[in-house]
């Protein structure tokens, strides 16, 4: 398994995922958007920008989902990144989600400065706060309403990792 940049063979897998209310999931799918702003923005930058860029989820020749950050403003000169994940549904429980997730910390700490990751998930997405929990993320508390899907509002679940925390898989 491996993290890569978005190719242009990988965009149709990836709109696909992203465009598919089945593939993305119940805790995923917020609605219809604009079909082609992820191909657009491939176009411009590869999908790799300051504020926010994708890595492809590999695992041999097969494109089995994606990681994201955007960048968080916490002061003026200060940032910290927010992450997420999105694995095809025929990649899911394998361990697949927990290991992208381990190797976009380990490069987001090495590539930048920040001292902060998070990540947020709804309270009943029980297999990404494991995931999370198994990377080392700490559990930071409960957002009420956080976020609007399916009708109704729901409840979040945020996760910090500092720089300076152990990581449990290099804890060997």
């Known amino acids: 398994m491996s993290l890569r940049p978005i190719g242009e063979a990988d965009l149709g897998h990836f709109e696909a995922l992203l465009l598919d209310p089945e593939a993305v999931g119940p805790f ?9 702003r992820h191909r657009r923005q491939w176009a411009e930058n590869g999908l790799l920008a300051p504020e926010q860029s994708v ?5 041999g020749d097969d494109f089995a989902g994606f990681v994201g950050w955007r ?9 910290y990144w927010n992450l997420g994940i999105l ?8 361990g697949i989600g927990t290991e992208a997730q381990r190797l976009l910390a380990d490069y987001l700490f090495a590539h930048s400065p920040v001292m902060r990751l ?3 998930t709804e309270t009943t997405n029980y297999a990404e706060q494991r995931a999370l929990e198994k990377c080392g993320f700490v559990r930071e508390g409960v957002r009420r309403s956080a976020t609007f899907r399916d ?3 729901r409840d979040g679940v945020r996760y910090s990792l500092l720089r300076t925390d152990p990581r449990p898989w290099t804890a060997s």
């Open 28 to 36: 995923q799918w917020f609605g219809w958007r604009d079909p082609g």
């Open 55 to 59: 890595l492809a989820i590999r695992c």
């Open 71 to 79: 960048r968080v403003e916490s002061m003026s000169d200060c940032h």
């Open 87 to 94: 694995l095809r549904p025929e990649w899911r429980g394998r």
């Open 118 to 120: 998070e990540a947020d």
């Open 151 to 153: 009708g109704e509002w």
